[in-house]
């Protein structure tokens, strides 16, 4: 089956499921444009402000398009093959990944934009609440952590993506001043709109443009900001500070917009490479259920790995953290929750085909950042002549570091929204103070820690992640049950991803224990893998008694 075809038929299952499923989704939580939206009641100016929907799905869709999409196909084609994967991703993202999305979002928006640690505490009561909160919080912190090393470690032209380039300028000085120049742009961007009223269409002729001329501008700079990487992890988590108590039309919006035309210019590219590359798939569409190495088993570790490209609890976070706050009518959520993750599954198809083209021998020793600069790289050469293969293939590495970028200062302010729902803090002493716990664990994690130590967490980051989904979607499952609609369709994903993810805990928890020497990050590992089967376990006992006590209820309601 040639690359056109296979390309072809995904694009098909998704467009059908956005016709179809979403639309009976939307029909089942009864999707009303005559509600008012948390954006209009709270209007504020800094975090609950309407936002034309267009202007919002670029932002949400950067927000939740990260390494995840990327990394997790490849390195699951690396271990299973191909079809494995693509059949995760398809069914996954469907039934399961914008189900998820689109129903968080609305659960948010129905709770006053409400975070879902704070709307589980109040649907399974306090303790609960603030569990969920406490884990989601240190989920975010290991986000943190994994990406401000990421992208530290780009700026000094170190990172697996740009090391195999070869490239005449400084490639991580090209990626840091690139950077630089487009969060800048991104803050006049949002001052023009807010005081010169530059209409959207205006921003975009005018902005977009510079926005990729500061990636080919930072190859000529790539000098100017050469520093090492624990210098960069403290400027990038200051820049986190700023960035979470900045109103959201300054930075995030205008950023989160322009950073979607790097989304849709790598899939424009994919769409290319795909359908008229004519390139040859050699890799095997499946390889083995068992690679023998630690988490080598296809069940459960496939759906771990592939990760955000079907399914990911941190998205629930983006969607009732920053999205639900902009939400103009409840009409744009099915567009930005359900239609977002449908175009994030074919980020991780463009992902899965920079490998395919590939044979096992001409990608050995390659890092998953890596094979997609060197994939993305081919796709550009087409248009602009393979005499340029060089700049192509920095341009597919430099995109890759920009997904990384773009999520930390999302992830920073939902860290904040989370820790000031935790104690009740209100003040805006207290989000100041919220912000700086939730950077100064990262710095001393960073700076105490070798670099790219985030690895020995990345299998359990992603385990956790899943878990995270599994515990959203039950929270939903609850919701709907309480108000008396249909759950079906949330409840079969929460089983679902709950038992493969408990299973993969499981088997991660053992593996830690059994290669454990002392008090090391094995061991580490190993308990915080138990302590989150404790955690889940606990909140689905919640969830059961919650449920159990609406029955009652009813059955007393029917009586009287």
Known sequence: MSLGVLGLLFFSVLTLAYRFYGKFVAEKIIISDSA???????????????????????????????????AGPILACMSWGWGPSLIWIALGVVLIGAVHDFTSL????????????????????TKAGRAMMIFIWLALVYVVVAFTDITSASFVGVTEELAATGVWFNPGGAVAAGAVMYLSLSVVMGLFERYLKFPLWLSTVVFVPLAFAAVWAGTHLSTLLVMDAKTWCVIILLYC?????????????????????????????????????????????????????????LMPFLFVTIACGACSGFHGLVCS???????????????????????????????????????PDEIAGMKPGTIYG??????????????????????????????????????????????????????????????????????????????GSYLQFWTLFGAS????????????????????????????????????????????AKTSFTNTSGFDVSLINGLIACSLIGLAFYLISEAWRTIKQTGIERGTERKT
């Open 241 to 297: 500070f700023v960035a979470s108590l900045s109103p959201m039309w300054l930075l995030l919006q205008p950023r989160g917009y322009l950073g979607g035309f790097f989304l849709y210019s790598v899939l424009a590219l994919g769409v290319i490479g795909v359908f008229f590359g004519n390139f040859e798939i050699k890799q095997q569409a499946f390889k083995t259920w068992d690679t023998g190495k630690g988490a080598g088993m």
């Open 465 to 508: 992640n899943q878990l995270l989904a599994a515990l959203t979607l039950m929270t939903i499952s609850v919701w709907l049950f309480q108000t008396k609609r249909p759950f079906w369709f949330t409840l079969g994903p929460t089983a679902f991803v709950f038992f493969i993810t408990i299973w993969a805990l499981s088997q991660l």
């Open 374 to 451: 060197k994939g993305i790289g081919e796709f550009l050469s087409l248009i602009i002549g393979r005499e340029h293969l060089q700049f192509a293939t920095t341009f597919g590495a430099m995109a890759f570091s920009t997904f990384v970028f773009d999520t930390l200062d999302v992830t920073t302010r939902l860290g904040r929204y989370l820790i000031q729902e935790l104690f009740q803090w209100r003040s805006r002493m207290s989000a100041i103070l919220a912000t700086a716990i939730t950077c100064l664990i990262p710095l001393f994690f960073l700076l105490t820690n070798s670099e």
């Open 321 to 359: 953290g920053t999205t639900s706050k902009q939400i103009a009518h409840e009409s744009h959520m099915r567009p930005i929750g359900y239609g977002a993750m449908l175009c994030e599954a074919f980020v991780a198809l463009i992902a899965l085909v920079t490998i395919m083209i590939w044979s």
């Open 36 to 70: 008012v939206t948390p954006a209009h009641q709270k209007c504020d100016g800094v975090d609950f402000v309407p936002t034309k929907p267009g202007y919002l799905f670029a932002q949400h869709f950067s927000a939740i398009a990260a390494a995840g999409p990327i």
């Open 106 to 125: 609305t659960l948010s928006v129905r709770h006053g934009a409400s975070s879902i640690a704070e709307i589980t505490r109040e649907r399974l009561g």
